[in-house]
């Protein structure tokens, strides 16, 4: 008897092959569907690079600057989606060039909501609109907190044991499971040679904390000794994976940055150091007026020092203020100019704010960006620096 093709309609965009041997799961599935290439020109190198305290695009020297939209793979004709959707096209005319978009390229997104098939075409189209405006991406495979895939925590366990194993992504939809290992090798292997790949992420803030009852709230996790062991050893194992199938593409570590269980104070460096990673993060939330966040021990300044003793950049891949009813916007815009600014005389590698919705509340008091804040001038100003 015949088997229902859990790939369903995954022609759109379906030209990219899948370049390695650890996808098979996905490559022979894709293949019976006829979704697959059998085009076999080497992948392109990637256009971006890092050194020891920076970026390179096509060889220059290169400081980004950007946006999370963290909904643009969101599809509401075929996937269950992950916030509003989102014109590609708009949106990637009205950014400055070049910029960089991180946003979610979860495996729950790859699945029609109605017929629980595989349908990459979405995700595909996030790759192709950043092309069409000659434009950057940051995908993050996967969410810490679950957030837009299953809702469930990925505690230490998961980075121990199960991120490779058969429970690690739930069967969504109806659809045939994939681990996190599994959409890893998908991912890359699909969209690895894009032409608008600035980067991966393999894990948005990753937190090896141990839940102490079903709700796993965050006030209630422990953080066990071994903590920063087993978020090294994740880094190490999934980022060798990853590089198996992309060599050239940065990954990027999608560490918060702020003390969060296992990378902690020193264990930040530790991480840091990991062969599985290219480039170090943290997220900016901190108080108006104070352009270099935290304390002494989990603050900017020193991610900054830890970045430098590795010779890697490090990014602050999330900068965010509120505003709308409680905040002029324009006044947002000038803080976060002067505050990144002051970033990066200090050492930074570039900033990406937070976050793009294409129906901003400006009524309410949000971290929301929309179409014409001004703090996407900003982002030009700043991209146009020396």
């Not at 600057?65 to 075929?78: I, K, M, P, R």
């Not at 069409?132 to 991406?137: E, I, L």
């Not at 090294?232 to 940055?257: K, M, Q, S």
């Not at 505003?323 to 050492?347: F, I, M």
């Amino acid at each position: 008897m015949s088997r229902p093709n859990p790939f369903g309609r995954c022609a759109p965009g379906g030209r990219r092959p899948v370049r390695t041997v650890m996808a098979l799961f996905v490559t022979a599935a894709v293949l019976i569907a006829g979704c697959g290439s059998t085009d076999t020109t080497p992948p392109r190198g990637s256009r971006v690079e890092t050194t020891g305290d920076g970026f390179l695009l096509d060889g220059d020297t290169w400081w980004p600057t950007g946006l999370n939209a963290y909904q643009l793979g969101t599809d509401w004709t075929v996937n269950k989606g992950c916030g509003a959707q989102v014109d590609l096209d708009n949106y990637f005319e009205a950014l400055p060039d070049p910029s960089i978009t991180r946003f979610d390229l979860y495996s729950a997104m790859a699945v029609d909501k109605e017929s629980g098939l595989i349908d990459f075409g979405p995700l595909d189209a996030v790759f192709d609109a950043a092309e069409r405006h000659d434009q950057f991406v940051v995908p993050v495979l996967a969410s810490g907190e679950g957030a837009c895939e299953d809702l469930e925590f990925k505690d230490r366990d998961w980075y121990a044991d199960e991120w490779d194993g058969p429970d690690a992504v739930p069967n969504v939809a109806g659809a045939q499971a994939m681990t996190y290992a599994q959409w890893l090798d998908t991912a890359v292997g699909r969209w690895g040679d894009r032409s608008s790949l600035a980067g991966w992420e393999l894990m948005g803030e990753p937190e090896t904390s141990t839940c102490v009852d079903d709700s796993c709230e965050w006030q209630d996790r422990t953080c066990p000794e071994d903590a920063a062991a087993v978020l090294r050893a994740f880094f190490d194992e999934a980022g060798a994976r990853l590089r198996a199938i992309d060599p050239d593409t940065p990954v990027w570590a999608g560490l918060a940055g702020g003390g969060q269980c296992g990378a902690q104070g020193q264990e930040y460096e530790f991480i840091a150091g990991s062969d599985g990673i290219d480039v170090l993060d943290y997220h900016d939330y901190g108080p108006v007026g104070v352009p270099i966040p935290g304390d002494s021990d989990n603050g900017l300044a020193r991610r900054i020092t830890q970045a430098k003793a590795v010779g890697k950049p490090l990014i602050v891949a999330e900068v965010g203020q509120e505003a709308g009813s409680c905040r002029p916007l324009d006044a947002r815009a000038t803080d976060l100019e002067t505050r990144v600014e002051a970033q990066r005389a200090a050492g930074t590698a570039g900033a990406l704010f937070w976050s793009f919705v294409p129906d901003p509340r400006t009524d309410q008091c949000t971290l929301d960006i929309g179409p014409s804040d001004p703090l996407l001038t900003v982002v030009g100003s700043l991209q146009g620096q020396s």
